[in-house]
């Protein structure tokens, strides 16, 4: 049976960096950036003869300086290559926040992962990422997203990777994305019809920052939860467009504020300042406040810790 739509995740995600596993002195700056959340990448960015070395290195820095106020999640390779089986060992050992399974086709790829995980006795909080970066994963992303939301599944977030979508099916790299937006708006829907966040694909031009702000406006205006990066120049920029904006929190604040009222008690739509608001959407500003609420925890929290 599926979960309902509003199960989304209330954690941060506007910034996801991806980090290679193969470089240590990158691991250990995760702690002084200010993303959301970090991948952990064994896959892409790691060559095949330092895949075992990669492995080495993020256990060493999972049992070192915990990384506070972020999600941790490590990407592994495909569990049809070489390296996948032991990436999931390790991922049973070191128990990050979530696994990111590339190359997402169809449900069964991530009920094997789910398998695994139970059979590991991993803790029900290791929740499973999913990549949609393949043809056939976008056709099937409601599928999929309907099969990961049954009673005792693990998946979490979709992640869209277009690198290897525009190698897939020849679409050229332009501004505006005009040519991927139609299967953008697919993840969206589906994501969205099942209580999933959706993450956008990084830009890859890291020095081109006003085509990254272009394009996480667009991302947002197209409804993804926040954007993968792939160095940290783009934290900000993520960061400002992803997360709620005064007019947004204080129309929120005041949603909460009249469903709290004792009138509105067995009321599902009621009148908000001239617009008729449902139930539903209280709990869509309650996820806005809290998530309010913890920007502006960290950033009080960064003050203390710059003093």
Not at 110 to 129: F, H, N, Q, T, Y
Not at 271 to 292: C, D, F, P, S, Y
Request: aromatic share 4%; proline share 6%; glycine share 6%.
């Amino acid at each position: 049976m599926s979960q309902s739509p509003l199960t989304r995740s209330m954690n941060l995600r506007r910034s996801v960096l991806s980090v290679p596993a193969i470089n240590p002195r990158a691991l250990e700056k995760t702690h002084q950036l200010d993303c959301d959340a970090v991948i952990f990448d064994l896959e892409d960015s790691v060559a095949p003869e330092k895949k075992a070395e990669a492995r080495d290195n993020l256990a060493t820095f999972f049992q070192g300086k915990p990384l506070a106020g972020k999600e941790r999640i490590i990407r592994i390779n495909g569990l049809d290559t070489n390296w996948g089986r032991a990436d999931m060992e390790l991922v049973s050992v070191l128990e990050p926040d979530a696994v990111l399974l590339p190359k997402v086709n169809e449900p069964q790829d991530v009920m094997s992962v789910g398998d695994l995980l139970a059979d590991a006795d991993a803790p029900d909080e290791l929740r499973i990422w999913a990549m949609i970066e393949t043809p056939r994963g976008i056709l099937n992303a409601a599928a999929i997203a309907e099969a990961g939301r049954t009673a005792g599944s693990r998946l979490d977030c979709f992640v869209v990777g277009l690198n290897d979508l525009r190698k897939e099916t020849g679409v050229l790299p332009q501004p505006g994305r005009q040519y991927l937006v139609p299967w953008l708006m697919q993840v969206i829907l589906a994501v969205r019809a099942y209580g999933l966040c959706a993450i956008d694909s990084v830009f890859n031009d890291f020095k081109d920052i006003d085509g990254f702000d272009t394009e996480c406006a667009e991302a947002r205006a197209m409804g993804f939860d926040g954007k993968m990066l792939i160095h940290p120049a783009q934290i900000e920029p993520a960061n400002r467009h992803f997360g709620p904006d005064a007019s947004a929190i204080a129309e929120a604040q005041a949603i909460m504020k009249a469903f709290a009222d004792p009138a509105t008690d067995g009321l599902n739509v009621i009148n908000v300042g001239g617009r008729m608001i449902e139930r539903l959407h209280l709990v869509q500003a309650e996820t806005l406040v809290h998530k309010a609420r913890l920007i502006a925890e960290r950033q009080k929290a960064k003050g203390q810790t710059a003093n």
